[in-house]
């Protein structure tokens, strides 16, 4: 399977082709322990009055995924093994404030895969670690992308990891869609002046290769998504403003192979 993005068509959400936002409750249940999310912050994300096993043996408890405690109990070390929460025998009976950052972030990413997602959302996973600790902790994610077959929507302000983990990525400005694709095209080929801008801001470890790279440099701050400005939102800060991007919101189209592009400066008149 994929990293990547479900796209939402409509403002609807859509999974096994249903709309989750318009499930019944009973159906809603039955599926939500297929979806789940990984946290920015292992601090706050995990219960500190209960013990790593509870943590991790919970959303099977509440989804009434098993009906025995030996079944959850094989489950829950079985998922502590290969998140490399380990001998879990030691690891199950700590608190979360008696583990480290990158601990934590295992014991999250258990208490997520437990259930057998289909979905996970993992929102800036490894921006709390330590650098030295991120790979790891990225390649934990990839593998089970690979054994389980889950999906999952990474969110990051950090393109170089995105491009690590990542398929299709699409870049967001206050709040809007303004470019998609798939990873590599993205990167290599951006259309959009706020990727482009995105992309010359990576910083590449070749001293030679910076000093020719061109950076582009956005002008002011963004304007509050509460009141977004007219037209194209980014115009305020866009190098390339013309009339027409103050007054109308240019369409996203498609402009190579599902490269999608949401700005006037691509769309024939
Ligand atoms: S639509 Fe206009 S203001 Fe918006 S990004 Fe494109 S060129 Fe810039």
Redesign the pocket.
């Known amino acids: 399977m994929v990293l990547g993005l479900y796209k939402p068509t409509n403002g609807k959400v859509i999974y096994k082709g249903k709309d989750i936002f318009r499930m019944r409750r009973r159906e809603w249940r039955k599926i939500r322990h297929k979806l789940q999310m990984i946290y920015q912050d292992p601090y706050e994300s995990l219960n500190p009055r209960q013990k790593v096993f509870d943590i991790i043996a919970e959303p099977l408890r509440l989804n009434k995924l098993y009906s025995s405690k030996d079944e959850i109990y094989d489950k829950v070390m079985g998922v502590m093994e290969s998140v490399k929460l380990v001998p879990p025998e030691d690891f199950m009976i700590r608190y979360p404030h008696e583990l480290s950052g990158g601990q934590r972030q295992r014991v999250a990413i258990a208490r997520a895969i437990v259930t057998e997602p289909d979905f996970i959302v993992a929102d800036e996973p490894v921006s709390m670690l330590d650098a030295s600790l991120r790979a790891s902790i990225l390649d934990l994610l990839l593998g089970f992308r690979d054994k389980l077959g889950v999906t999952y929507l990474y969110i990051t302000h950090d393109l170089a990891t995105a491009r690590y983990v990542g398929d299709r990525m699409a870049i967001m400005y206050l709040g809007q869609i ?1 470019e998609s694709g798939q990873i590599d095209e993205l990167i290599e080929n951006p259309m ?3 990727t482009q801008a995105l992309i010359s801001s990576i910083p590449v470890p070749d001293p030679e290769y910076t000093r020719k790279k061109k950076r582009i440099k956005l002008k002011g701050e963004p304007p509050t998504p509460i009141n977004p400005p007219k ?5 305020p800060r ?5 009339d ?3 007054k109308e919101d ?1 369409e996203e189209i498609n402009v190579n192979n599902g490269h999608m592009v ?5 769309i024939k008149k």
Do not use: A, N, Q, T
């Open positions: 303004v959009h002046p706020y037209g194209c939102r980014f115009h866009c190098p390339y403003k013309m027409i991007c103050e240019p949401k700005c006037w400066l691509h």
